[in-house]
């Protein structure tokens, strides 16, 4: 702790001796500018990279009506994946966004679980991506955003949406 504290010390009485002037003289000797992109890495290096997982997401809406505790409705996200990379020298950023699977089931009528919304995949297929980037390497624009979806199976249930308006309706 005393060899961060030293330096901590040093480093403060760097700052206090130097003037505003003598940092721009400084700067400017050594060819710095703050707050501009390092020049000396090519624009295709990547100094960031961060990827998200999230396997199984699940939302459920209950219903407290008349007593009884009842789910109303469940939405499951599964496989949803997120990468972010940043290239400084080009000032860019990419993001990925996969969603594989959604599907949501609606109020079970005696053994049986309507299923309301559901992908229609074949196994290796994704239903979403979505793609954002600023200034690609290929300099073919400024910004770039690709969507592609695949289709999903949407069902009405009448009991569900009843109880579902049940359930977000306020008291008079």
Do not use: W
């Amino acid at each position: 702790d005393s060899k961060a504290d030293e330096s901590a010390d040093i480093k403060k009485k760097f700052q206090a001796a130097m003037t505003l002037e003598e940092k721009e003289k400084l700067f400017k000797a050594i060819g710095y500018q703050e707050n501009t992109s390092p020049i000396e890495l090519p624009e295709t290096f990547v100094s960031l990279r961060m990827h998200f997982e999230l396997n199984c997401l699940e939302v459920t809406v209950k219903s407290d009506i008349e007593g009884s505790t009842e789910n109303v409705m469940l939405l499951q996200l599964n496989q949803v994946k997120c990468s972010v990379s940043q290239r400084p020298s080009a000032q860019s950023i990419k993001l990925n966004l996969n969603m594989k699977e959604l599907t949501v089931y609606g109020l079970q009528q005696k053994q049986y679980f309507p299923v309301m919304i559901q992908s229609q995949l074949v196994s290796t297929e994704s239903l979403l991506d979505v793609m954002f980037e600023s200034n690609p390497i290929d300099k073919r624009c400024d910004q770039r955003v690709k969507v592609q979806s695949k289709p999903i199976q949407i069902v009405y249930n009448g009991e569900t949406v009843i109880q579902l308006l049940k359930v977000f309706q306020t008291q008079k």
